[in-house]
C-alpha cells in the first residue's frame, strides 16, 4: 500500500477518564468515517495532563497494558477497520509505572507497547516522579497499512530516537504529545517554542526520509496556568508540511500520505546513503571533553 490515510485526533480532556475515553472513541469513529485508515490519540488521552504536580494519588490512573482501555480500543478498531495509536498510562507492576503507547491493529489484534524513552523533569512537567524510562528499546510496529514507529512527546527532541526508528524501518514516525504555554508567558516566547518544537519533528522528516505524525492535546488546564497549544501535524518524508492544526480548536482531520515519496526522497536527497556510520562511536558518551 502506498497511500495511507492518518486520522489525528485533538483534543481537550476532563477529570473524568469514562467521560475522556467515550470522547475519544467518538472521534476515531468520526476520523473513521472520513476515510482514516491509521488514527494516533494525543499522549495520555485519558486524563489530564496530570505531571504538573507530584501527587501520588495521580497514580490510581495507570492501568495495565493491555488492560482495560487497550480492550476497548481492539474492540473499535475492529468493528472500524482501523489502526489505534493510544497513549496511556502504564502500571507494569506495584510502584513501577511507564508512559507507553499501544498499537492495535485493524482486525483488533494488540500489537505491542512503546514505552517513552526519554523522561522530562521540568517545571509543571514532573513525569520522573512517575514513569520510568521505557526498557523495550525503540520499536516499530507491521500494521495491516503500513510499518510504523511510535515515540512520545519528551521523545521528539532527540534525533537519535527517530533515526534509530527509522533505521528499523519505520515507513512513518508517530509522536502522541502533550506540551503547551504558560498562560503568564510572552507571546514571542510562545511562538519561539512552538517554532523549535515543530521544526525538530520536520528536521526528522528530512534526514531519515519518512513522514512524521505529530499529535497534541489542546486546552487550559492547571487551573489555567497552562494552555496545552495544539498545532498537531503531518509531514512528508521531505518535512513538507501537509496539515497543521490549529492551537485553539478540537479537530479530528484525516491527511493522505504517498508512502512512495519517502523512497524518491531518499534517492535525490541521500541523506541515508551518505552516512558515516564508522565515525559515529563518540556520540554514546555523554560529553566529549577528553583532552
Known amino acids: 500500500m502506498t497511500n495511507v490515510q492518518i486520522g489525528l485526533v485533538q483534543m481537550s480532556c476532563s477529570k473524568d477518564v469514562a467521560t475522556n475515553i467515550e470522547k475519544a472513541k467518538k472521534e476515531i469513529r468520526n476520523a473513521a468515517a472520513k476515510g482514516a485508515q491509521i488514527i494516533c490519540l494525543q499522549e495520555l488521552f485519558t486524563s489530564l495532563y496530570f505531571c504538573d504536580v507530584e501527587d501520588y494519588d495521580n497514580f490510581q490512573l495507570a492501568e495495565a497494558i493491555p488492560g482495560p482501555t487497550t480492550n476497548i480500543m481492539s474492540e473499535l478498531a475492529k468493528e472500524l477497520g482501523v489502526v489505534i495509536i493510544a497513549s496511556l498510562f502504564e502500571k507494569r507492576a506495584e510502584g513501577l509505572y511507564h508512559n507507553t503507547t499501544a498499537v492495535i491493529d485493524a482486525d483488533g489484534t494488540y500489537l505491542g507497547k512503546y514505552r517513552k524513552m526519554h523522561i522530562p523533569d521540568d517545571p509543571a512537567f514532573y513525569e520522573k516522579f512517575y514513569f520510568t524510562p521505557g526498557d523495550l528499546g525503540y520499536k516499530v510496529f507491521q500494521t495491516k497499512f503500513a510499518k510504523i514507529g511510535v515515540l512520545i512527546c519528551w521523545d521528539q527532541w532527540y534525533p537519535e530516537a527517530s533515526r534509530i526508528t527509522a533505521l528499523m524501518g519505520a515507513e512513518i514516525l508517530f509522536y502522541p504529545t502533550a506540551i503547551g504555554w504558560a498562560t503568564d508567558q510572552d507571546e514571542e516566547t510562545n511562538k519561539d517554542q512552538y517554532n523549535a518544537w515543530q521544526t525538530i519533528q520536520r528536521s526528522h522528516a528530512v534526514a531519515n526520509g519518512v ?4 499529535v497534541n492535546r489542546v486546552g487550559y488546564e492547571q487551573e489555567g496556568a497552562m494552555k496545552f497549544w495544539g498545532g498537531s501535524f503531518v509531514t512528508n518524508a521531505q518535512g513538507k508540511l501537509l496539515y497543521l492544526g490549529s492551537h485553539d480548536n478540537e479537530e479530528t482531520t484525516v491527511t493522505n500520505l504517498d508512502l512512495k515519496e519517502s523512497n524518491y526522497f531518499r534517492m535525490h ?9 564508522d565515525s559515529y562511536q563518540p556520540i554514546t558518551k555523554r560529553f566529549i571533553d577528553e583532552e
Open 211 to 214: 513522514p512524521v505524525v505529530s
Open 269 to 277: 536527497w541521500p541523506f541515508l546513503r551518505d552516512r558515516r556510520i
